[in-house]
C-alpha cells in the first residue's frame, strides 16, 4: 500500500503564499503522476495541478501564473507553491498519486491523501 501525508495548509490573508507538501511511502515500486486536487464547500473535487514522472506539469486554468507544482523523485514528495492567493482558494487540499507497488509491480493505483486545508481570507 502507498500512504500520503499532506502538510502546510492553513489561513492566510488575500494576496499571500502558502506551500503544501505530500511525503508518500510505503511500499512504492514506482510513483507516475503526483498531483493536487481540491474541494470547497457544496462542490465538486477538482484537479488544481499535476506532474509527470519527468517533471511536466500541468494546471488548471484557475491557478495557472500563481500556483506551481514541483516534486522530489528521491523524497517520493510532491510540493505545491500557492501564491497571490484568492478567497476563491478556500478549500480543502488532497495530494493524488498513481503508482505501483511491490506487490503488484505492473498495475498502476491511485492514491489519496487525507486532504489539508487551505483558508484565504478576504
Known amino acids: 500500500q502507498v500512504q500520503l501525508v499532506e502538510s502546510g495548509g492553513g489561513l492566510v490573508q488575500a494576496g499571500g503564499s502558502l506551500k503544501l507538501s505530500c511525503a508518500a511511502s510505503?511500499?512504492?515500486?514506482?510513483?507516475?503522476?503526483m498531483g493536487w486536487y481540491r474541494q470547497a464547500p457544496g462542490k465538486q473535487r477538482e484537479l488544481v495541478a499535476q506532474?509527470?514522472?519527468?517533471?511536466?506539469?500541468t494546471y488548471a486554468d484557475s491557478v495557472k501564473g500563481r500556483f506551481t507544482i514541483s516534486r522530489d523523485n528521491a523524497k517520493n514528495t510532491v510540493y505545491l507553491q500557492m501564491n497571490s492567493l484568492k478567497p476563491e482558494d478556500t478549500a480543502i487540499y488532497y495530494c493524488?498519486?498513481?503508482?505501483?507497488?511491490?506487490?503488484?509491480?505492473?498495475?498502476?493505483?491511485?492514491?489519496w491523501g487525507q486532504g489539508t486545508q487551505v483558508t484565504v481570507s478576504s
Open positions: 493524488n498519486t498513481v503508482a505501483t507497488t511491490y506487490s503488484s509491480r505492473t498495475y498502476y493505483s491511485r492514491y
Open positions: 510505503g511500499s512504492i515500486f514506482s510513483i507516475n503522476m
Open positions: 506532474i509527470t514522472s519527468n517533471s511536466i506539469p
